[in-house]
């Protein structure tokens, strides 16, 4: 079991097992203020579909869409998490299951959304994954399909939650501005650069996308104090050990 599948499984535990497992306890309530913050931004938004990204690889942006998905899923929301990172998707290998039709396939007329997603993955939560890698991920997202899928599947769940590739590497994610509430960065202690959040940044603004907020992984607990000074700007911070 790797490290993102601990993760996922701590999201899925109950938060009363806190005597025997202080740490998962922490990991648990880091999700649930992550939720508390998300739900309080898409609050002010008409559209409930967030795009969680990042500025690079490598900062567990998958696993949290993933967990974040299902701490939303455990207050009776019916959610849908969409992998839409079709040039190196991960949400078939976090959640075990295969990807022989999803979303690339949906976007190419291939099937019909109903029949590719994947039901109750989790209580309440529903997976669509990235399907066959296509030769142009971008162009797909950002065709009027894609757009006319999601007022389609907003009609049908209480919040989608959309795991894209990293912003400053591709601009997939900025293919959903116009169609969701905003993007979620996702950045990691000791590896992201707050140069390279600005970048991403800038990038949202450029086309007139909405930032929720951003992430802050991977943080040990006596830094977090510290590092506040350098990502003071942004909301969200969890931390892990």
């Known amino acids: 079991?790797?490290?993102?599948?601990?993760?996922?499984?701590?999201?899925?535990?109950?938060?009363?097992?806190?005597?025997?497992?202080?740490?998962?306890?922490?990991i648990v309530e880091a999700y649930k203020a992550l939720r508390t913050n998300l739900l309080f931004a898409l609050a002010a938004t008409e559209k409930k579909t967030a795009v969680i990204s990042s500025p690079e690889p490598g900062v567990g942006k998958s696993t949290t869409a993933a967990n974040l998905s299902i701490v939303m899923a455990q207050t009776n929301f019916k959610v849908l998490l969409i992998d839409a990172?079709?040039?190196?998707?991960?949400?078939?290998?976090?959640?075990?299951?295969?990807?022989?039709?999803?979303?690339?396939?949906?976007?190419?007329?291939?099937?019909?959304?109903e029949r590719a997603m994947i039901p109750s993955v989790a209580p309440n939560l529903d997976l669509l994954t990235a399907g066959p890698i296509p030769p142009n991920p971008q162009e797909l997202l950002a065709s009027s399909t894609m757009t006319e899928l999601l007022d389609g599947l907003q009609k049908r769940y209480d919040y989608i939650l959309i795991d894209t590739p990293p912003v400053n590497v591709v601009a997939d994610a900025l293919m959903l501005t116009n169609s969701t509430a905003g993007i979620m960065l996702v950045a990691r202690e000791r590896k992201t650069h707050v140069e390279?959040?600005?970048?991403?940044?800038?990038?949202?603004?450029?086309?007139g996308g909405n930032l929720l907020g951003m992430t802050l992984t991977d943080v040990q607990e006596q830094r977090v104090g510290t590092r506040s000074r350098y990502y003071k700007k942004y909301q969200y911070v969890y931390g892990e050990k």
């Open 85 to 113: 990172d079709m040039r190196k998707p991960s949400l078939d290998r976090i959640f075990a299951v295969g990807r022989n039709e999803g979303l690339s396939t949906v976007l190419s007329g291939m099937t019909s959304f």
């Open 196 to 207: 390279d959040l600005k970048k991403a940044e800038d990038a949202v603004n450029q086309v």
């Open 1 to 26: 079991m790797n490290r993102d599948d601990r993760k996922l499984n701590i999201a899925q535990e109950e938060s009363s097992e806190q005597d025997k497992k202080p740490q998962s306890f922490q």
